[in-house]
């Protein structure tokens, strides 16, 4: 759940967090916190809302982290992926193989007001009145400084290197190039400390946060309303014919495309542009696909890919283990209504 102002009620200050020993599970965190720590998690996926000071991620396997953070610090990890947000390079110390980072690629209602929270944004004023500049749908407009989530640093490489640089002559070299053998040589001592890499845009997710708020249920209708009222009539051999424009309750308009739309036009942290060029393709092979289903395929022929899709898809749920997970999010759907 989201609590921003919930956090800081209590005695004016964010608390600290701390996830450890938690297996395949979902988690939202979804409020301020003062500092974080991610330590012996397998096969997660982690939401931490926003943090003030340090995020800390320790002995973890298997993990996503989606998280805005003022700084990022990973030790011993294997397999974890970091969509973050942070103005400081992400650090990496001790045994760390197969980490990777990606841009911040979530949305949810109220992560505004966390970022003012803990200080990573600050909300701009409007040049007219001096006054904050929000939308009582989509929050304040905010000011982010530039995010650094592509300049991991493994400090075991640059001790090396600086140890290089400590021990390369300080004047003129008799033997050219001298100093960049140094550099060389200290780059490649250890080929078990694996560099950070990036994730590439082909690779990118979005993660969707299956909570709706008031504000998030409101846009929607929006975007259904409006999508109701693309209708185009064409007129041929004197006789009207309807084709739709399909929206929202046509099935074009899924879910995943509402929650992209959230995460391009929403996110205070704009993705870059290959990313967002990618997940934009996505997006339209989804509509696509859905056109041919609703044009090419009879009613009938509708209704026995719906089961076939759904049979494999329960079949996934059982042999995945992520069939709890769906268990888990049908029950707070029914626990919210």
């Given at each position: 759940m989201h609590d921003s102002t919930g956090a800081l009620a209590t005695s004016g200050r964010l608390h600290d967090i701390h996830v450890s020993g938690c297996s395949d599970?979902?988690?939202?965190?979804?409020?301020?916190?003062?500092?974080?720590?991610?330590?012996?998690?397998?096969?997660?996926?982690?939401?931490?809302?926003?943090?003030?000071?340090?995020?800390?991620?320790?002995?973890?396997?298997?993990?996503?982290?989606?998280?805005?953070?003022?700084?990022?610090?990973?030790?011993?990890?294997?397999?974890?992926?970091?969509?973050?947000?942070?103005?400081?390079?992400?650090?990496?110390?001790?045994d760390n193989r197969n980490c990777k980072f990606a841009p911040y690629n979530t949305y949810y209602d109220g992560i505004r007001e966390d970022l003012m929270a803990t200080g990573l944004a600050a909300a701009v004023l409007s040049p007219e009145c001096n006054t904050t500049t929000s939308d009582p749908l989509y929050g304040p407009a905010l000011q982010c400084a530039s995010n650094k989530w592509k300049q991991p640093v493994e400090l075991a490489k640059l001790s090396d290197l600086l140890q290089a640089q400590s021990l390369a002559p300080r004047a003129s070299?008799?033997?050219?190039?001298?100093?960049?053998?140094?550099?060389?040589?200290?780059?490649?001592?250890?080929?078990?400390?694996?560099?950070?890499?990036?994730?590439?845009?082909?690779?990118?997710?979005?993660?969707?946060?299956?909570?709706?708020?008031?504000?998030?249920?409101?846009?929607?209708?929006?975007?259904?309303?409006?999508?109701?009222?693309?209708?185009?009539?064409?007129?041929?051999?004197?006789?009207?014919?309807?084709?739709?424009?399909?929206?929202?309750?046509?099935?074009i308009g899924s879910m995943y495309c509402h929650n992209l739309a959230d995460v391009l036009q929403l996110s205070p942290f704009r993705l870059p542009t290959e990313y967002e060029r990618r997940a934009i393709v996505k997006s339209d092979r989804i509509k696509s696909l859905q056109t041919i289903i609703q044009t090419d395929l009879t009613p009938e022929q509708q209704v026995k890919l719906e089961e076939e899709l759904n049979s494999g898809f329960r079949d996934w749920l059982v042999t995945s283990g992520n069939l709890r997970q769906v268990l888990d999010l049908v029950h707070l759907e029914r626990k919210d209504c």
């Open positions: 599970s979902h988690m939202y965190l979804l409020q301020p916190f003062e500092h974080a720590t991610i330590s012996a998690c397998t096969g997660c996926t982690i939401v931490v809302g926003a943090v003030a000071g340090l995020l800390y991620v320790v002995d973890c396997e298997r993990v996503a982290i989606t998280s805005a953070a003022r700084r990022v610090l990973v030790s011993n990890c294997y397999d974890v992926t970091h969509n973050i947000f942070t103005p400081s390079p992400p650090l990496l110390v001790g070299s008799p033997t050219p190039g001298a100093d960049e053998k140094a550099f060389s040589k200290a780059g490649s001592t250890d080929d078990t400390v694996k560099i950070p890499t990036l994730v590439p845009a082909s690779e990118f997710q979005v993660l969707f946060v299956p909570f709706l708020s008031e504000a998030a249920k409101e846009r929607r209708t929006r975007m259904e309303s409006a999508a109701e009222e693309m209708t185009v009539y064409t007129t041929n051999s004197g006789e009207d014919t309807s084709s739709n424009v399909v929206g929202p309750k046509n099935g």
